[in-house]
Structure formats: structure tokens, C-alpha cells
């Protein structure tokens, strides 16, 4: 290995001198301890590394040794249910090899050298196969079928292929190529920065589903798209990012905790194995990835943490499945990138951030979408991308937050007003916006039901209406508005407080199906425009309001996942106007 | 022996620049032997192969560029720590000052630490009395949690943080307690207030103190949390100690960080601020929790006046960002004279869910303080709405409201200093209050607690 030397350290930033013939990007090692870094600028012979770990005790002198490689992930069985820090070492090995504090220098394999897999051919003998191609498969979870893929790059004849029990590092298959024989284990490695290839990009076109009723109904995200969501702090971006993990309908979850705190990451490595699947009934630990980079974790890792799940979730895209990757925090990473800039001296953008941050910002972004994989039988993949963005103070001209805003299609906006009130998810449905709808429309007017887009536009135009009469309310006095805007005022609230407001700790509560909110939806309205009809026929604002039928409107999402009880309420509706109908003689009377 | 330089070849703010040294590592700790024979101590913060730039913690007054002798001595800043250590003052830097002797060493602690595992990690789920119905009602802290109380010059902090001190203790449980308290930057008036309340409780006995005060040099406020939570995760990791860790100022110990960035002329952030000051509180913050099959804990309260009591300020906001909630400081109540002025609607306390309920506090403990959320924030806005528009406009019912939240603070948020109420006391108060408020209003209350608890007015 090639050997150079130290002569400067600040912080996270080491130089090197002798480095001539190192690349950009290569993983290096440094000093005695052998700490991770990685080569971020060349100068002559000078390479400028960022370290992974902690530079204490590392002084000029000390070699660099240079591996030529590039800081690369491990992709292949036992990868679910992992827990990775942010350069892919595994939490939980170190941790039983070096107990409860993270130390230095330490070099694991990512993935289990020992266990053995069951692989189940896919291909017979001396069938023609390419890229991207299934050779086989392995039951990682009993929710993840882990397919072994042709490498990248290589074509040819199955010359072999065996059948039974292996570790990663047997061979599983020989590929005859043109000049060579290819031997194909069941893992490979793949550099972090570097895109994974697909053959063709799709418009997204199907919604992935939340059971967030705020979120699926009125700003929904289609399967390969994009979201984020910014705001301040204790106004639940968390929260929101751990119900995206529990309940989406993705197959594959990467959550990436970067920067953010221990006691959250715990959370979700001791509630994901009990919590399960809405879908399947399996623990959700099954399908899913975890990359904890806390904020306490050396900050470079942070900026990889980031590349490292991305190239994970890609992977598991191009097996053909829809995977969603959640980064809690993206600003947590975008400090990592300046806290490296300003060590390197270079001139600074706004607010102290690196002039590059935005591109950096929409090149991660950029990875996500709906994807005709490599491969002869053309499947389709998807991979989602939802970042959490921290702002200072709750400010969205941050420059993270709006250089996010310019490459993603979905902005959940969180108030800090609204979780003030305790009104969670504190989403903001005046501010935040989905450019997904027109995209997904059909398909949700085929499955769900006919009218649900026209439900969501009837709701966002009440709660629409409703902050301009508040507005009037406040100025002139809530008398000055008629009977009719009344009724939309209750109305709006009903959406707000009945449908919006969503209890992500209520076992109920905290996920819906699409189908359930049609009904919710439906019903709220329906309870509006039979209102404005009894308005019509004279009746008063403070009878409607006072049919019982409302309590019951107001406790359906507490109803369990079935269609009778749900349209049951929905008819009681209409019994209890059809009752307020005929009271009318008598009332008129009063 | 250490090998000597001479070789100072520039002294600019806290820092200094050595030149022609040799084998000297990053983070390396420094001796620098000032002309007169005075000692002083700092660290080294970056290195080339001609020079090391030193932070020297007890600033450089002093210093010249021709006699001063620098030597590196091998390690980085470290802390001797034994089970003599509780009971004992130590100044900024770790060095006694009660008069009593010097603590020999069992280990020998790096102050920086390491970062726990998120995989050792335990979640903090145990509920601590604090005997302050504003914070155990409605803000319930728990073991392993950081919580800070965000709040201005002028708010008695240091006397709420006193009692909290004094009085936490967990449900049913006698187990060994210490309190390490880091001083940055505070006045001695503020520093004593603490060591007098300690040494007239008794707490003295189980408390560490480390103090760096208002005329100490600033740079020494760097080490000074540090050396606190070595000391703590010593006393929690190793002698099973549950430890109640208050850091009071970070406002100042922000300030100081700020002053070595801007003598490294480096790249500054928001309102001056180092771009990295979020990873170095991250270091310090989340060194408290719990860690599995361990029996001690580190909770940490850190105390920061906001410029201007304003949240937003770098200080505060990144602090919100990594602890786990806030106890939030009200002026407004502060003026009406009521203590602890502890505003419930801003306060915020992420890890309460795990710590309430049956077994834990009371199982109607989660719906009476989202009841109380409810009624009081209601209450406050009927309070505005009487200020716009007399009070002669409000509803009968948002008369209710507004007498609701006037009550709701003087009787559940004011409590004496020396008053610890039980969780179950806390529990009752609140329901007393809640029986001036019609019951069909209080929907967040699950109808079964709703019979237990609400006795029906004859």
C-alpha cells in the first residue's frame, strides 16, 4: 500500500504530502490507529483528507496509507435489519466487541462474513444473462426476497450455478464473458458517490401511501418522489419522519438518523422490531435499514451518512422494489459540509455554506425516481426521498431550506403555531404544497374511488376559505358573517380537528388507509353540503350544530379499518337531516 | 522530561503559535511557563509540521513572544477521578478549591469522551419527581433525558434549578444520587447561591462542583462542562450512580467558543458564531442517557439566558435542536410575581410519553395534562380576545376559560421554593381546576377517567 505522510491536522481536515497518484474521493488511512478518511482535494502532492473519526492524538509525521480504493458500501444479504454508523460499520458488532462507546480505528465487515444464506437459483445453466439480471435469490426476512444480480457491467453464459447454503464470499455463479470467466459472489461493493445505473427514468404516476391522513389526501407523494419537510424545532419533523418509516407502503425502508440524537435513534432500534407492518403483520425491523450517525458522531461521517444510505436504497431498487429513504436531518449534513469548507479555507457562500451546497442538495435529490431497472425483464423500481430540513429558528430562507425547495416536488410545511396548539401533524395545509397530484390523480380515482380528487379540492377550498373569513372574523367581529359562512367556519374546523389532526400515539389513530380517509373525507362534507341544504330550507345554524351526529363524525378515526361500520356513520348523516327536515313545522312555531 | 520551545512566534487573543516543533499531536495538552514562572495550561488546535497553534485556557495576559517556554506533555486534557471525587469543588480546569487535597487518581479520563454506541443506547422511560407541578404535571422529565430551561437575565433559574436539584427523585426508589453542577462564566453571587443551598440541604455531600466563574479566564469555560459529564458518566457508568448534571451558563460558554473562532479568524456563522457550534454542544448534550444493562443514568439540565429572550438566537435554537424539549421561562408570568414562572405552552418535553401513566405516574396522567394544555391555551387566548375587546365580549364559557387560566397559575404554576408536591398532589390540583370547566368540554379525557376522577357537583 502506498504510504504518505502527514503535515497539517485541524479538526476533522488532515494533509498529506507524498500522495502523488491518489484519486479524488479515495478512502485512506491514517496514522498508527488506521482512521477512516477520505481524499476531498488534490493539490500537487498534497492531499487534503476529511477524517471519519475522531483526529486527537494525530500529529505530523504520521503516515497516511493510501488503499487506491474509493470509500465504497457492501451490498448484499444482511443488510435489513442492520444498524450501520455512518460509513457502514455495524453499531451492533462494534458494540458487543467494544462495549458502550464508540472507539477509534475500529475496522469491521458491514455484512456477516460467517452466516450462511440459503440461495435459490433463478437461472439454469448456460442461459444467456446481462447486467442487472437475476441469478438467484435469498430469503433475507420473510418480508425481503434479496435477489443476486449480474455485476454491473458483465454479460455472457451462465457457466455455473450452484444451489444450497453460503456465506457472502462464495462463489455462487460463473458467468462466461466474451474473454473471461466472471465468478459472482453474493456481495458487492459499490462507491459511495457514484450513481447506481439504470436503464430508463419514469414519471412518477402512483402515491405512496402514508396513512397520514394530511399527507395522503391533501399533499401526497408519489412512489419515486420526492419531499421535505422543514421547520423548526419541537414542531414534530421527527415524529413525521418516524411515521413515514412505520407506515409507508414502500417494501424497503433506509432511514438515515444523521446528525440527529441518541435517545430518537434508540427509539427506533427498540420500537422497529416490535411495531408491525399494517400491510403485512410482520415486524417493521424486516424491511428496514437503519444508518445512525448521531450528533455527537464525527461530523464527516455525517456528510457520508447521507451517500452511504442512498447507495443502499438504490441497491435495493434495482431489485425492483419501491424504497423509501428518510435523512433526519439533511441540515445536520449540509453543516457537516461547511464545518469541512471553512476548515479547507475556501470562500464561503451564504451563511458560512459552501457555494456548492445547492448542486451537492440537488444531486442527492436527484437519485430518487421511478426507474425501468437494468436487467432483460424491464421490472420497475422506485425509490423515494424524504429529507427533514432544520432551519435556524424556524427560518424558511435558510439556504438549505431553499435550495431544497428548488429540487423537490413535495414541501410539507410544519408550524410552529399549529404544535403550539398541540395540532399534530403540524402541517401547515396552507403553505405546503405536492406537485404530485395531477401525476397520481387516476390512479387514485381508479382505486380508492372516483371522487377522491375532487374531495381534496372541495377540502382545500373550504380550509381556503375559512383563513380569509377568520381574517374578517378578527377584524369585524365574528357577528358580521352570515349563516352560510358560519357553517363553513365549523365545517373547516371539523377538517381540521376531525380528519387533519392525526394521534401518531394512539394505536388507532396513528395510521389510516387511503380508503378509510375517502370516507372520513366524504362524510365531513357531506355533513357540510347537507348543512348549507338545511340552511336553505331555513333552518337554523344552531340546530345543525347541534345534531349528535357530529360527536360521532368527530370520533370516526378511532373506528377500526372497516368499510360497514365507517359507511354506517356516513348514513347516519343523512337520518339526522332527514330528522331535522321534518322537525320543521314544530320549530317554526318556537 | 518534556522537551522545552522557545520558539513563540506569535500571541494573538487565547491563542499562541509555537514554531519548529516536533512530534506534537492534535489535541495535544500544553504547559506554557510564562516569564515570571507562572503555569498556564491549553490545547493544542491545529498542527503543521513548522508550528501548532495553542488555545491557552488561562488566557494570554502575560505571555511574550521571547521567554515564554512551551511544553507539549503527551495527552490530551484528562480528569483523575475516584469515588473521592464526590463531596469536592474543583475550579474550571479540574484543580481543587475547597482547600482539601488533591484527588488520587483511580482512572485517568480523557475530557473530550466518546460518543455512546446508538446501539447501547437505552430509552429513558423513568419518570423523575421534581415536586413542581409545572414540570411533572405538564413537562415530565425523565431519567436520561436533557432538558434544559431556556431563560433570560433577571428570571430566578438558578433558584428553580436548585429545586430540582434538591428535590428529583424517582417513584419508590432509594438509590444512589449525585448532582455535578459546571459553572461557566456565572457570578460568584449566583456560584455561592448554589454551594450555601447545597451545604443547608445536606446535597453538598453528594454533589460535584465545578466552577469557572465571571473573572476566570474564558477560555477555561471550554473545558469546564466537559470536565462536569467525564466526572458524570464516571459517577453514572462505573459506580451506578443515577446523576443529575446542571450546566449553567451555555450562553457563556457559547461566547467563548465564539472568541476562539474569532481569533482564528475563522469563517464566522450566524451572529458570529463558530459553524460548527451545533457539533460541539451535540458533544456535550448527548453524553446524557442511559445505557443498557447499566443501573446509572445522566440527565442534564443546561441552563442558557437568551440574549434577549429571544429562542431563535443561535444559542437557543441549536440547543432546542439536540435536547430533548425545553422548560420554557416566562417574563410575563415572572412580572405577576408568581414562582416558578415556568410558561407550559411553549415548554416542551419529547421523551414524557414513555415516562407516564399506569405504573409510572397515574394512568390519567397523558389526558389531564393534554386536558390542562387545552383549557389553559384556550384561556389565553380569551384572555387576549378580553384585551381587544372587553371583557364584556366574551362568551360565558370563555369567561370560564379565562378565570380557568388565571387560577391555572396561581395555584398550579405557583408553588413555594421549598415546596415539593407529589405527582399525585399535581394530578389532583389539576383536576380541582378542571371542575370549574363544564364536563362536556373536556373531551380530551377518556370517559373512563372521566367517572374515576371527576366528582360530579351535587
Known sequence: MKEGKIIRVAGPLVVASGCLGAKMYDMVKIGELGLIGEIIELKEDLAYIQVYEDTTGIGPEEPVFLTGEPLSVELGPGLISSIYDGIQRPLDVIRSKEGDFVTRGVELPPLDRSKKWSFTPLVKKGQAVKEGDFLGEVEETPLVKHKIMVPDGAAGKVAEIKKGAFTIEDTVAQIQAKKEVIEVKMFQTWSIRRNRRVHERLMPDEPLTTGQRVLDTLFPLAKGGTGCVPGPFGSGKTVVQ?????????????????????????????????????????????????????????????????????????????????????????????????????????????????????????????????????????????????????????????????????????????????????????????????????????????????????????????????????????????????????????????????????????PQDTYTSLRKQYVMLRTILHFHNSGLKALEEEKSLEEILALGIREKISKMKFLPEKEVGLLEVFMEVDDAFKELSQKKGSEENV | MYKEYLTVSNIAGPLVIVERIRDVKYGELVEIEAAGGFLRRGTVLDISTESAIVQVFEGTIGLDVDKSRVRFLGRSQQLGVSDEIVGRIFDGSGRPKDHGPQIIAKKMLDITGSPINPDARDYPSEFIQTGISSIDGMNPLVRGQKLPLFS???????????????????????????????????????????????????????????????????????????????????????LNMHVLVILMDMTFYAEALREIAAARKEVPGRRGYPGYLYTDLATMYERAGRIKNKKGSITLIPILTMPEDDKTHP??????????????????????????????????????????????????????????????????????????????????????????????????????????RTINDTLELGWKLLLAIPRAELKRIRPEYLEKYYPEKK
Open chain 2, 315 to 420: 444559542i437557543a435554537d441549536l440547543t432546542g435542536y439536540i435536547t430533548e424539549g425545553q422548560i420554557m421561562l416566562s417574563r410575563e408570568i415572572h412580572r405577576k410575581g408568581i414562582y416558578p414562572p415556568i410558561d407550559v405552552l411553549p415548554s416542551l418535553s419529547r421523551l414524557k410519553d414513555k415516562g407516564i401513566g399506569e405504573g409510572k405516574t397515574r394512568e390519567d396522567h397523558a389526558d389531564v395534562l393534554n386536558q390542562l394544555f387545552a383549557c389553559y391555551a384556550r384561556g389565553k387566548e380569551a384572555r387576549e380576545l378580553a384585551l381587544i375587546l372587553g371583557e364584556a365580549a366574551l362568551t360565558d364559557l370563555d369567561k370560564l376559560y379565562l378565570e380557568f387560566a388565571d387560577r391555572y397559575e396561581d395555584e398550579f404554576v405557583r408553588q413555594g421554593e421549598f415546596e415539593s
Open chain 1, 242 to 506: 418516524h411515521q413515514l418509516a412505520k407506515w409507508s407502503d414502500a417494501q424497503i425502508i433506509v432511514f438515515v438518523a444523521c446528525g440527529e440524537r441518541g435517545n430518537e435513534t434508540a427509539d427506533l432500534l427498540l420500537s422497529f422490531p416490535e411495531l408491525e407492518d399494517p400491510h403485512t403483520g410482520r415486524p417493521l425491523l424486516e424491511r428496514t435499514v437503519i444508518i445512525a450517525n448521531t450528533s455527537n458522531m464525527p461530523v464527516a461521517a455525517r456528510e457520508a451518512s447521507i451517500y452511504t444510505g442512498m447507495s443502499i436504497a438504490e441497491y435495493f431498487r434495482d431489485m425492483g422494489y419501491s424504497v423509501a429513504l428518510m435523512a433526519d436531518s439533511t441540515s445536520r449534513w449540509a453543516e457537516a459540509l461547511r464545518e469541512i469548507s471553512g476548515r479547507m479555507e475556501e470562500m464561503p457562500g451564504e451563511e458560512g455554506y459552501p457555494a456548492y451546497l445547492a448542486s451537492r442538495i440537488a444531486e442527492f435529490y436527484e437519485r430518487a425516481g421511478k426507474v425501468v431497472c437494468l436487467g432483460s425483464d424491464n421490472r420497475l423500481g422506485a425509490l423515494s426521498v424524504m429529507g427533514a430540513v432544520s432551519p435556524p429558528g424556524g427560518d424558511l430562507s435558510d439556504p438549505v431550506v431553499q435550495a431544497t425547495l428548488k429540487v423537490v416536488k413535495v414541501f410539507w410545511a410544519l408550524d410552529d403555531r399549529l404544535a403550539n396548539m398541540r395540532h399534530f401533524p403540524a402541517i401547515n395545509w396552507l403553505l405546503s404544497y405536492s406537485l404530485y397530484v395531477e401525476n397520481i390523480k387516476d390512479y387514485l380515482n381508479s382505486t380508492v374511488a372516483e371522487e377522491f380528487t375532487n374531495l381534496r379540492q372541495e377540502a382545500m377550498e373550504l380550509l381556503e376559505e375559512e383563513s380569509e373569513l377568520q381574517e374578517i372574523a378578527r377584524l369585524v367581529g365574528i357577528e358580521s358573517l352570515s349563516v352560510k359562512e358560519r357553517l363553513i367556519l365549523e365545517s373547516a374546523r371539523s377538517i381540521r380537528e376531525d380528519f387533519l389532526h392525526q394521534n401518531a400515539f394512539h
Open chain 2, 152 to 238: 433570560g437575565s433577571g428570571l430566578p433559574h438558578a433558584r428553580i434549578a436548585a429545586q430540582i436539584a434538591r428535590q428529583a427523585a424517582v417513584l419508590g426508589k432509594e438509590e444512589k444520587f449525585a448532582v455535578v453542577f459546571g459553572a461557566m462564566g456565572i457570578t460568584f453571587e449566583e456560584a455561592n447561591f448554589f454551594i450555601e443551598d447545597f451545604r443547608n440541604t445536606g446535597a453538598l455531600e453528594r454533589a460535584v462542583l465545578f466552577l469557572n466563574l465571571a473573572n476566570e479566564p474564558t477560555i477555561e469555560r471550554i473545558a469546564t462542562p466537559r470536565l462536569a459529564l467525564t466526572c458524570a458518566e464516571y459517577l453514572a457508568f462505573d
